[in-house]
């Protein structure tokens, strides 16, 4: 049986107690045994979480000891996939960069706040993650993000839709649903679920779901992987430069 490990907490606005749940549901749906907690030192214990097939966190704003992200760190890296949505994953820890750099992503502004109407535009590319789902519009915060270069962009949503100071600049297509990697490790994120019924929304769910799943069945191809590196004589990036889909 997976286990993962969701950690709630920060900001009440964002409903992190709510969204794990949906989250807990999901996973123990399909089979995985769920460790969920409302405390960051559910990071302390580094060799628990190098066990782990999934860690979600759900955990907007306040701060982290650099210990704590290290042992993530460590464990992505190792192979546990990290998968998360909105604040919960990429407004987590402003002051830390080292979240940022391993998450893909920081979020800086919302302008028009809650209950803008927007598109989310699919698109095609190496992931099986979104086969099979349309474009689709919702009515909810519209994340702008300072976002990592080597992510792998899912989803979309154009800015701008509300007036600001950002309208002077030319249109652009903010990245939405992304994956990366970090390490051995897969990352997922999307930036909907401002609130809970944003998150159970079926197709932002659904997206969620094969994101966490595709983040937790990374875990045995990348000890496959290790294994192969250590019989090499170290670590290895091969066969990353292709999809990251392959591994």
Not at 105 to 111: E, S
Request: glycine share 10%.
């Amino acid at each position: 049986m997976k286990k993962a490990l969701i950690v709630w907490g920060g900001w009440d606005g964002h409903e992190p107690e709510q969204v794990a749940d949906i989250f807990a549901g999901v996973l123990r749906e399909h089979r995985f045994d769920v460790e969920v907690s409302d405390t960051l030192e559910a990071y302390a214990d580094a060799e628990k979480l190098l066990g782990l097939d999934l860690i979600v966190p759900v955990w907007t704003m306040g701060e982290i000891s650099q210990e704590l992200v290290n042992n993530v760190s460590a464990a992505v890296q190792a192979g546990t996939g990290l998968a998360g949505c909105h604040g919960g994953m990429c407004d987590s820890f402003r002051n830390n960069v080292d979240w940022q750099f391993m998450t893909g992503g920081q979020w800086v502004a919302h302008p028009g706040n809650d209950g803008v109407d927007y598109q989310v535009e699919i698109k095609q590319s190496s992931s099986p993650l979104v086969d099979g789902i349309e474009d689709f519009a919702v009515k909810t915060e519209q994340y702008y993000l300072h976002v990592d270069p080597a992510v792998e962009v899912l989803a979309t949503t154009r800015f701008p839709v509300v007036d600001g100071p950002h309208r002077f600049n030319k249109a652009v297509d903010m990245p939405v649903v992304w994956t990366k990697r970090w390490g051995h490790g897969r990352v997922y994120y999307n930036s909907l679920g401002h609130h809970a019924d944003i998150v159970a929304l079926p197709t932002v769910k659904e997206l969620m779901t094969r994101g966490m799943l595709w983040a937790a069945d990374g875990k045995q191809r990348a000890m496959s992987q290790q294994g192969k590196d250590s019989s090499a004589g170290g670590f290895s990036y091969s066969g990353m430069g292709d999809s990251q889909y392959d591994a």
